[in-house]
Nanobody, 124 residues
Framework: QVQLVESGGGLVQAGGSLRLSCAAS????????MGWFRRAPGKEREFVAV????????RYADSVKGRFTISRDNAKNTVYLQMNMLKPEDTAVYYC?????????????????WGQGTQVTVSS
């Protein structure tokens, strides 16, 4: 059973930083890409970033490019999302996600496992 558990959310002022973590268990972590998504109140779920199984490839949404960094530590079975220069529009519940296919980086929303989410609130 794959489990994903996010942590690190909270309340921060605009311009501040947060680092989210997602601890994975239940399978061999270093064979699978990992993604971050978010859902703001009243909005659709939005792609934020993805990292390949090796960490050699990353991709970001235009809205976070240059401010957010996704990384992973395969020895700790954990993926991170470093968020800098936060804006009020970054306020959302953030989810990590993983596909069921290994050695595959989903181009879109092809993810099968999701965490419970962690709230990020950015005040102006």
């Amino acid at each position: 059973q794959v489990q994903l558990v996010e942590s690190g959310g909270g309340l921060v002022q605009a311009g501040g930083s947060l680092r989210l973590s997602c601890a994975a268990s239940g399978r061999t972590f270093n064979k699978y890409a990992m993604g971050w998504f978010r859902r703001a109140p009243g909005k659709e779920r939005e792609f934020v970033a993805v990292i390949s199984w090796s960490g050699g490839f990353t991709r970001y949404a235009d809205s976070v490019k240059g401010r957010f960094t996704i990384s992973r530590d395969n020895a700790k079975n954990t993926v991170y999302l470093q968020m800098n220069m936060l804006k009020p529009e970054d306020t959302a519940v953030y989810y990590c996600a993983a596909p069921s296919r290994y050695y595959y980086t989903p181009p879109g929303f092809e993810y099968d496992y999701w965490g419970q989410g962690t709230q990020v609130t950015v005040s102006s």
